[in-house]
C-alpha cells in the first residue's frame, strides 16, 4: 500500500552517499588536520544524480535493505520541518508520527514512547518542554556511563611526554566544566564556524528556499575571509620579555581580534535583513561566535564528536601509534545519540522543537545508499544504488559491501524483503509511472550477489517478477 504524503512533496537532497563527516565538524574542511574515525558519520555535502525515480519509490513503503524497516519519504520529513510541524503540541505531534512509528530506529522509538507517556498528563507539552523535563535525570544517568571512561583516558595519558599530557589535561578541564554547565572562553575557530555555517545552509536548501539560500551562500563567501588561529596567537603576550614585542603582540592581537569580529558583523547584517534572521540555529551560531572571539565566557553543552576531534588533534602528535590509537578507541566507547537514549536527550536539550523532532525521525528517512561507496570510485548511476535509511546509510560511510553484511547479517533477510517489495511495485505498474527501468531490480540483485563474500553469497530470489 503507498503511504500517503500528508503535504505536497518537496525537492529534497539529503542523506545521501557513503562519505565521513566528523561531525560536530565536517570532515571535507578539517581532512588536513585528522584521519576521519570510522564512526558517527553523517554526510550531507553530495547529491546523488541520476536517482529521482529512486526517490519517488520511497512514498512506496520501501524496507530498508539493512535494517527491514520502511524507510520513511524524506520529502514528507521536509514538509513537516518547513511547516513547523514538530512545534505543535505534543498531542499532536504523537498522531502525526504515529503512522510512521514502526519506522523509528531503537533510541528514537525509546524516546517517542517517552513523549507519548508523558502527553497522557501534559498534551499541551512540546517536545523541548520534554526534552528539559527529563534532562537532568538523564544527565545524572549519562554521566555514569561517561565517567569510567574519562577516568580510563586520564589513566593513559600517564603515559603522554609532559607537553602533550599538559594539552590533554587542559583540554578534561574544559570538558568537565561543560559537563558541570559552567562557563568556559573557548577558542575562535574560523573552520569550525565555516562547517556550522554550511550545515545551516544545507537545512535551509533542503527546504528549498531559493531566496535565503542564496543569502547564505553569499555569507559563506564572506565567512572564508575569517583569518584563522595563528601559531603567534598561541603565545600569551605576558610570556614575552620584550617590552616592544610584548606591544607587538597586543596590537596584533587586537587586529586580529577586530577583523573577525567586523567580517561576523558583515555577516549578522545580511542575515537581519531577510527572513534569516528568525533563524534560531544561526543566531545561537552568531552569538556563540562572537563570544568566542571576545574570550567570553559561555555555557556550551559536552559534544561527544567535537571531544573525539580535540583528543585526536592531541593524539596525532604521539609517536607512541598504539597508545594514539587506544585512547582514541576509548573515546569512540562514549555512548552515541544513536545508542542511548540518555544521549540522545542531552544532545538535544538546547534545540528546538522542530529540531528534535526533526532528530526522533531524520534517522528513518530514505537515502540512496552506493553500493560500492562514492569515495572508493563507485559511480552515481542505477547500477550502483540501493535504498536504506539515513542511518544505516551514514553509519556505513566507506565500509565495503562484504563488511557491512558482516557487520549486520539480517541484511541477507532484509535484502529479500526490498527486493519482494520492489518486484511487487514493478508488477503492479509503479516502475512504469514513476519512470523507473526493470533492471533495476535485476542489476541490483546482480551486484549485491558480486559484492558479498564468497563464501556467503548474498542470493536474492525474483522468480515473481513479471517477465
Known amino acids: 500500500m503507498r503511504i500517503q504524503s500528508i503535504f505536497s512533496q518537496i525537492p529534497i537532497a539529503r542523506y545521501e552517499n557513503n562519505r565521513y563527516d566528523c561531525s560536530q565538524y565536517r570532515v571535507p574542511v578539517l581532512a588536513p588536520l585528522l584521519k576521519p574515525l570510522p564512526c558517527d558519520t553523517v554526510s550531507f555535502g553530495r547529491t546523488a544524480e541520476n536517482a529521482e525515480a529512486l526517490r519517488a519509490l520511497m512514498a512506496y513503503g520501501i524496507p530498508d535493505m539493512y535494517s527491514g524497516k520502511n524507510v520513511i519519504d524524506p520529502k514528507i520529513l521536509e514538509k513537516f520541518y518547513s511547516k513547523h510541524v514538530f512545534s505543535r503540541a505534543i498531542k499532536n505531534v504523537i498522531k502525526i508520527i504515529k503512522p510512521f512509528e514502526k519506522s523509528l530506529h531503537t533510541i528514537e522509538s525509546e524516546f517517542f514512547s517517552v513523549v507519548k507517556t508523558m502527553a497522557k498528563a501534559n498534551p499541551q507539552y512540546k517536545l523541548a518542554d520534554v526534552i528539559r523535563k527529563i534532562a537532568p535525570e538523564h544527565n545524572k544517568k549519562l554521566l555514569e556511563i561517561q565517567q569510567p571512561i574519562f577516568d580510563e583516558l586520564t589513566e593513559m595519558s600517564g603515559e603522554m611526554p609532559p607537553q602533550l599530557k599538559q594539552e590533554f589535561d587542559s583540554m578534561m578541564s574544559i570538558i568537565y566544566k561543560k559537563l558541570s554547565h559552567e562557563p568556559v572562553a573557548l577558542p575562535f575557530s574560523a573552520k569550525e564556524f565555516q562547517y556550522k ?63 573577525r569580529a567586523d567580517i561576523l558583523t558583515q555577516i549578522e547584517i545580511m542575515a537581519a535583513e531577510t527572513n534569516l534572521k528568525n533563524n534560531q540555529e544561526l543566531t545561537k551560531l552568531f552569538a556563540q561566535t562572537r563570544s568566542k572571539i571576545y574570550s567570553i565566557p559561555i555555557v556550551i553543552p559536552f559534544n561527544r564528536k567535537s571531544f573525539i576531534y580535540e583528543l585526536q588533534k592531541i593524539t596525532n602528535k604521539l609517536e607512541d601509534t598504539k597508545l594514539a590509537h587506544k585512547m582514541v578507541q576509548k573515546a569512540v566507547s562514549l555512548p552515541t545519540s544513536h545508542d542511548n537514549l540518555s544521549a540522545f536527550v542531552m544532545k538535544c536539550v538546547e534545540y528546538s522543537s522542530d529540531k528534535i523532532g526533526y532528530n526522533m525521525v531524520a534517522g528513518s528517512a530514505g537515502s540512496i545508499d552506493h553500493l560500492i561507496p562514492f569515495v572508493k570510485n563507485g559511480k552515481d548511476n542505477l547500477q550502483n544504488y540501493g535504498i536504506s535509511s539515513a542511518y544505516y546509510n551514514s553509519e556505513r560511510a566507506q565500509r565495503p559491501m562484504q563488511q557491512q553484511l558482516k557487520k549486520y547479517p539480517q541484511t541477507y533477510e532484509n535484502c529479500q524483503k526490498q527486493v519482494d517489495r520492489l518486484i511487487e511495485l514493478y508488477n503492479d505498474g509503479t516502475f512504469k509511472k514513476i519512470g523507473l527501468p526493470k533492471h533495476y531490480i535485476t542489476n541490483f540483485v546482480r551486484r549485491m550477489y558480486n559484492l558479498s563474500p564468497e563464501d556467503n553469497r548474498l542470493i536474492l530470489n525474483i522468480d515473481k517478477l513479471k517477465q
Open 197 to 259: 555555517l554550511q550545515r545551516i545552509a544545507d537545512e535551509v536548501a533542503a527546504k528549498n528556499n531559493t531566496s535565503e539560500s542564496c543569502t547564505l551562500k553569499r555569507m559563506l563567501q564572506i565567512a572564508k575571509k575569517l583569518p584563522e588561529k595563528t601559531p603567534q596567537e598561541e603565545n600569551n603576550a605576558k610570556n614575552i620579555k620584550s617590552k616592544a614585542k610584548r606591544n607587538k603582540k597586543i596590537k596584533n592581537d587586537k587586529s586580529l581580534i577586530k577583523k
